[in-house]
T-cell receptor, first 111, second 117 residues
Framework: EDKVVQSPLSLVVHEGDTVTLNCSYEVTNFRSLLWYKQEKKAPTFLFMLTSSGIEKKSGRLSSILDKKELFSILNITATQTGDSAVYLCAVDGAGSYQLTFGKGTKLSVIP | GAVVSQHPSRVICKSGTSVKIECRSLDFQATTMFWYRQFPKQSLMLMATSNEGSKATYEQGVEKDKFLINHASLTLSTLTVTSAHPEDSSFYIC?????????????FGPGTRLTVL
């Protein structure tokens, strides 16, 4: 059974801080790992990672995958209150492109 | 990115009634759509995979007779919660994969919050 573990489960930081969110996984026939940001409604897509060692970047957010150690990190620099959300990691493994989600990391950025 | 819509966004119903939720891919064709359920402070749990023109594939523990899924066209999948009970109250989210893009980037609908009284 595919498994995704995220840590920490929750995190409180001050504006301007840099945070690192972790995602480790066990999956059969790994295809990709995805990061999502969820505020009040459905998740919004951030990154999809398929290859080890290649950093994906979007503004203050970046992510990298290590397929040997089976984990990924999501970095957010110079955090803002608008970054407060639950960040979900999901992996696409065996089967018909189903995603297995981790429990998420709840990030709270305080002014 | 591709857009997925869901309707309704919120529904409140009495116990024993049936509720239909629609999921549409607006600017792409989705041969496969996914239905998730999310309880408060929990992650998304996949309920079923909806395949256009064929029967849905349900995850273990999800009652197929209770959660009816129909994927009649390449842009529409529906989830019907039959004889809803208060324990079915949850946030239901659909997603669709745009195969033309490649990879497994799934686009999520905005979700439907179901409250069963």
């Amino acid at each position: 059974e595919d498994k995704v573990v995220q840590s920490p489960l929750s995190l409180v930081v001050h504006e301007g801080d840099t945070v690192t969110l972790n995602c480790s996984y066990e999956v059969t026939n790994f295809r990709s790992l995805l990061w999502y940001k969820q505020e009040k409604k459905a998740p919004t897509f951030l990154f999809m990672l398929t290859s080890s060692g290649i950093e994906k970047k979007s503004g203050r957010l970046s992510s990298i995958l290590d397929k040997k150690e089976l984990f990924s990190i999501l970095n957010i620099t110079a955090t803002q209150t608008g970054d407060s959300a639950v960040y979900l990691c999901a992996v696409d493994g065996a089967g018909s492109y189903q995603l297995t989600f981790g429990k998420g990391t709840k990030l709270s950025v305080i002014p | 990115g591709a857009v997925v819509s869901q309707h309704p966004s919120r529904v409140i119903c009495k116990s024993g009634t049936s509720v239909k939720i629609e999921c549409r891919s607006l600017d792409f064709q989705a041969t496969t759509m996914f239905w998730y359920r999310q309880f408060p402070k929990q992650s998304l749990m996949l309920m079923a995979t909806s395949n256009e023109g064929s029967k849905a594939t349900y995850e273990q523990g999800v009652e197929k007779d209770k959660f009816l899924i129909n994927h009649a066209s390449l842009t529409l999948s529906t989830l019907t919660v039959t004889s809803a009970h208060p324990e079915d109250s949850s946030f239901y989210i659909c997603s669709a994969r745009d195969w033309s893009v490649g990879g497994n980037e799934q686009f999520f609908g905005p979700g439907t919050r179901l409250t069963v009284l």
